[in-house]
């Protein structure tokens, strides 16, 4: 007799969570639009999620990830209540010249979004199925409220704000993103998860975006949750022919949280860029799981992850490139760095790289350490103090990734945001 | 200006400085030379109080403060420069920012009003064309992609704009071309002054044909074994180091 493997420690038995999902569903049953998501996708995706279980202690790749929380945060959506003028308030200020999309609770809100025509469209993104890696996202599947499901035919900017709030009643919330782009469509997406559901809720988000023939998509996804909240996310990017995708990743909230990325490359000529952001105090952590699947010729991907960590705040990130048998000719390069603040910090990486063809070109690598001394020196006998020395060049170790974003306003945004999280003057001067 | 007494420290377990003894008054420049090893850029390190060193004996006074009580900041603060021998390259930070940053701590140290905007460029544009240096290299990081004359005319720069009561200058004159040497030696020139002092540490006399020193002062095994005026270098040049070596044996 084979006895079931433990889950991971301090989380519970997978009888536990599997009666708990099923509680769920039966409290949420009621409130499931089964337009946006038929009963048959997601009876599928249940049916999936409760197959595979919790995450296992031999599985690697949730060896960092703190989701202990779900052995008693709320897994179902409960019914959507008036948003309160408070909650209002702390939305962030319109981006001149994008169509906004605003959900409280994963659910849209008409009365603050703009009139969407794209919206609503019943064909799924062509990207590929999940996978037991992405097994969270089936949660989404199961559970989504609501979902911004839009069709890029053209030249679309697009601002969607998901806001979580903290009622009386824990809750679940299920932020959905559903994209397709037509051939040489070309988006501009700013995609921001803030608030929380509180201590014991559980924000849970999915998107899913397939780029069509050619097309270009700019997307800048920021994730400014509050401290308490808990957070998974299964983000999956499918680039057809051609196709040009460059994800800015911010990562700068949340007590705890984990991002499950997968790209396919599977036109040929397709290219994944990705510029990801991580900074993390107090004892938060923030667990990244990256896959670049190369999977036809002459694609390219390029990684620059920078992560700081301060107090005892935990951030890992394992970045993963396969590049299959029918990709010759791929390139592939990925740049991890870590900045421990002070000790009892801790940042793991670990890039890997999988060839299974000839002619690619590949570079990987990653290094963890602490501000390095001699650039502190010499800005210190230049009679800067220390902690504007310390901002400065924290400053300068994220500023590397950022730099890249081709956009201006985007790389705009993300500096002034960046110079906040780091909470020192020196970067906002930096900026004028 | 700088009165250095019996001066003992050491890196790791490894004793650089053996009993430093110099006075440097104000409106002077003098030489530190040496062999390699003799711990000519130990004492530059030790004065402007780079972690690693400790001082296990004797002092510095420097306008009167004793030296080694400062933090770096402090120092600089102070009036005190140290042009590096390698430069760190510090992208992301651009050499504009760290001027201005570093310009306006000394000057709030003083009492004296921040620059502005405007005047801080006016400024440095001036120096940059004495240094003979793009514009451009205001935007980039701290040292970043230049070559290594580059860096050291952006080290003579940024003593330029600080105008230091004491410059300390470790082998800038190292990797420099002709042309290079002549205009970094001019800004050195530039900088002279009844009220500072510059304490050049360098291997090779010829920086010392362009800025004539008024005392020389030579590195053994971490003390002083000669001093003397111009001429010493002149004599470094024909006879090396080894005699010396072998007289303060």
């Known amino acids: 007799m084979t006895t079931a493997p433990p889950p991971v420690p301090g989380s519970m038995s997978n009888a536990a969570y599997e009666q708990r999902l099923r509680d769920a569903v039966m409290d949420a049953a009621p409130l499931l639009n089964a337009k946006l998501l038929p009963v048959s996708v997601r009876s599928s995706a249940l049916n999936k999620a409760l197959a595979a279980g919790l995450p296992q202690l031999r599985d690697d790749l949730w060896r960092y990830a703190d989701i202990k929380f779900l052995a008693s945060a709320a897994l179902a959506p409960i019914a959507g209540a008036a948003v309160e003028p408070a909650t209002l308030a702390t939305l962030p200020p319109r981006l001149a010249g994008y169509m906004r999309l605003v959900f409280v609770d994963g659910r849209l809100q008409q009365g603050l979004s703009d009139p969407c025509p794209a919206l609503d469209v019943a064909a799924a993104p062509l990207v590929p199925e999940r996978t037991r890696h992405e097994r969270f996202g089936w949660l989404n599947d199961a559970f989504a409220m609501d979902v911004a499901r839009i069709a890029v035919q053209a030249e679309l900017r697009l601002d969607v704000v998901f806001l979580a709030t903290a009622g009386s009643q824990r809750q679940a919330v299920y932020p959905r993103l559903e994209l397709q782009l037509a051939p040489q469509a070309d988006l501009v997406l700013v995609e921001r998860h803030l608030g929380s559901t509180g201590a014991g809720g559980l924000i849970n988000s999915a998107a899913q975006v397939y780029a069509g023939a050619g097309s270009r998509v700019r997307h800048l996804r920021w994730q400014g949750l509050d401290e308490d909240a808990q957070h998974l996310d299964t983000t999956q990017i499918a680039l057809d022919r051609d196709a040009r995708y460059q994800l800015t990743l911010l990562q700068l909230g949340a007590r705890a949280t984990r991002t499950s990325l997968r790209a396919s490359l599977f036109g040929a000529g397709s290219t994944f860029t990705l510029q990801g952001v991580a900074v993390a105090g107090g004892k938060h952590t923030l667990d990244h799981s990256l896959l670049v699947d190369h999977m036809a010729p002459h694609t390219t991907s390029d990684q620059v992850f920078r992560a700081i960590a301060h107090d005892r705040a935990h951030i890992a990130c394992r970045s993963r490139v396969e590049v299959g048998g029918k990709a010759r000719g791929a390139r592939s390069d990925q740049s991890l760095k870590g900045l421990l603040a002070n000790a009892g910090a801790e940042i793991d990486l670990r890039p890997q790289l999988e060839i299974f063809t000839d002619e690619v070109r590949a570079s990987h690598g990653a290094t963890t350490g602490a501000l390095d001394e001699n650039m502190r020196f010499y800005l210190l006998s230049r009679g800067l103090d220390a902690d504007t020395a310390r901002g400065l060049l924290e400053w300068a170790f994220l500023e590397d990734a950022v730099a890249h974003i081709e956009l201006p306003e985007l790389r705009r945004a993300v500096e002034q945001t960046l110079a906040t999280a780091l909470g020192n003057p020196v970067a906002r001067q930096v900026l004028q | ?249």
């Open chain 2, 1 to 249: 200006m700088l009165s250095i007494r019996d001066l003992h420290a050491k890196i790791a377990d490894r004793e650089v400085l053996r009993g430093i003894n110099l006075e440097l008054p104000a409106g002077e420049v003098h030489a530190i030379m040496g062999p390699n090893g003799s711990g000519k850029s130990s004492l530059s390190h030790v004065l402007a109080g780079k972690p690693g060193y400790t001082v296990t004996a004797g002092g510095v006074s420097y306008q009167e403060r004793n030296l080694l009580e400062l933090a770096p900041e402090e120092r600089s603060r102070a009036g005190l420069f140290l042009g590096f021998q390698y430069p760190v390259e510090i992208p992301g930070v651009n050499n504009a920012y760290l001027l201005r940053a570093a310009l306006n701590a000394a000057r709030r140290q003083r009492g004296e009003q921040e620059v502005d905007a405007f005047d801080f460029l006016a400024l440095v544009k001036e120096r940059m064309a004495l240094m003979k240096m793009d514009e451009a290299f205001l935007s980039r990081g701290v040292n970043e992609g230049f070559s290594g004359g580059e860096k050291k005319r952006n080290e003579i720069l940024q003593m330029l704009v600080l105008q230091p009561t004491l410059a300390i200058l470790d082998e800038t004159d190292s990797g420099l071309d002709i042309d290079a040497l002549k205009v970094v030696a001019n800004g050195i020139n530039t900088l002279r002054a009844p009220g500072r002092s510059i304490l050049l540490v360098t291997h090779y006399q010829r920086l010392l044909d362009h800025v004539t020193p008024d005392r020389v002062h030579v590195l053994a095994r971490g003390r002083i074994v000669k001093s003397g005026g111009p001429e010493l270098a002149r004599e470094l040049e024909q006879r090396g180091y080894d005699w010396l070596l072998d007289e303060a044996a």
